[in-house]
């Protein structure tokens, strides 16, 4: 009797052996495409293929798979869209809601315009206190510091992958703090100063 093709009767271990081959054969290729489509980040190219490689373990059966290196790379792909997609929304909301505050022309500060400057400060503030140590300084070193990934690597012995990832954790938590403030309807949540 012949084992059935089904995702039952997969055995892990031939799968392991087959995804350490695929490993071996698809890595420095896959991490080559994604670095002429994303260059070296962010996304970092061995992070894409990482989670390409992830998702081919957890949802395909590898040996069903005609073209691997197409796969692999789709995945990784798609993967690399929703991080920048991600970076250049919490971009946009910092600067739709927190930028326009900072910047007022003189002949348009007004006691509310002070108010409302102070208040998003305020959010900002109270949303970077909340970031981890490490997430603070790499919001900073990055953001305000302006420093590349090379030099905080080089100052603070992280990877650029790691760097990568706490960066868009942190942004995440800004961008969440100026959703809030901001409301839902993309006005700011205090209409009785309105």
């Not at 890595?27 to 962010?42: A, D, H, I, M, Y």
């Not at 900072?102 to 509310?112: A, G, M, Q, Y």
């Not at 100052?155 to 403030?181: E, F, H, P």
């Amino acid at each position: 009797m012949l084992p059935s093709l089904t995702s039952d009767a997969r055995d892990p271990a031939r799968d392991g052996t087959l995804i350490e081959r695929l490993y071996l054969d698809h890595w420095k290729t896959l991490c080559g495409r994604l670095r002429k489509v994303f260059g070296n980040g962010p996304p970092e190219p061995e992070d894409l293929a990482q989670i390409a490689f992830t998702k081919l373990m957890e949802s395909t059966d590898p040996a069903m798979l005609d073209d691997p290196a197409t796969f692999l790379f789709r995945i990784a792909i798609n993967a690399g869209r929703d991080r920048v997609r991600h970076v250049v929304r919490a971009k946009a909301l910092i600067e739709r809601y927190l930028a326009p505050q900072l910047v007022e022309p003189v002949d348009r500060i007004t006691p509310s315009n002070v108010y409302e400057t102070r208040e998003c400060l305020s959010v900002t503030e109270r949303a970077i206190a909340t970031l981890t140590p490490k997430q603070r300084e790499v919001l900073i070193r990055s953001r305000l510091k302006g420093e590349t990934f090379e030099e905080i690597r080089d100052a603070c012995g992280w990877s650029k992958a790691d760097i990568s990832r706490t960066l868009q954790a942190a942004l995440g938590v800004l961008q969440s703090a100026v959703q809030q403030y901001a409301g839902h309807d993309g006005r700011r949540g205090h209409a009785d100063r309105e």
